[in-house]
């Protein structure tokens, strides 16, 4: 294997941690605002890939028109599964609330199963090319896509948090659920607008994953797999979210060639990451960026 190999395999990593980073993120912004993990986020990929294929396929839509209705799709999906099934939840105990984002898990797996069948489907020719030249490296259009998108979410998100009134009240919000309701923060309306957001990102990735390895029902294991890059950046921590994202997506090609040129094991890509995530586990129990605990008694 060539040192240009190498560097292909960097940059593919660069690209993927990118879009592992952004839905990192989402596991991020509904545990800041809610503090509740959504074990179905994995779930949200898949439906708004699945979406948009549908509008594509079945009603023949241009795939940017096709991927603008996805979008809307998924903000009333985010606000209805936040307003039926997890509002009624406020003040139960987290497990309930886990339970729950469980639950829906498995009946969304169920539903697009039934709905969608089980077979994967690849989109139809999107771009007039399948690869494009970048810096003397050929990238697959669709890397490129995501590359820019994955970008494009990361600038939205810090102008968002940093600048706009709904960013400040969700920052608030994140800090302390009470004093920022005392200080009149529509609480409500911050948690719809949470899992609004987090719908939207989840189906940006699926959409860009999708146009890469087809569509199908396994890739809700994104949700399992992006993990390690949250609990490796920090459960609460946006800029945590993307380092780990990046890290776990440059871990896994790096030991792809490092297990093909030395080791030939044939599945260090899929390990490596947990690996190096106990590791840093031990050091900082609460990942690079998460901020620590701390109970007095």
Known sequence: MSSSLFVQLLVNGIIVGMLYGIVAMCF????????????????????????????????????WLAFIFTLVFMTIFGVVVQVLLLRPLVGEPVISVIMATIGLSTFMRALMNWVFGNNAVSFPPVFGQSTIEILGLRVETAYALSLALSVSVMILFFFFFRYSRWGLAMRATAYNQQIAQSLGVPIGRVFAMAWAI????????????????????????????????????????????????LTIGVLENLAEYVDGQYFHVGNMYAVAPFYVLLIILMIKPYGLFGTPNIERI
């Open 198 to 245: 987090s719908a939207i990102v989840s189906a940006i990735a699926g959409v860009v994953i999708g146009l890469v390895n087809a569509v199908s029902n396994s890739l809700a294991f994104i949700g399992i797999k992006v993990f390690p890059a949250v609990i490796l950046g920090g459960l609460d921590s946006i800029v945590g979210a993307i380092i780990g994202g």
């Open 28 to 63: 991020v912004l509904i545990y800041k605002s809610t503090q509740v993990v959504n074990f179905a986020q994995g779930e949200f990929v898949v439906l708004g890939a699945w979406v948009c294929l549908s509008l594509v396929v079945s009603m023949g839509l241009p795939f």
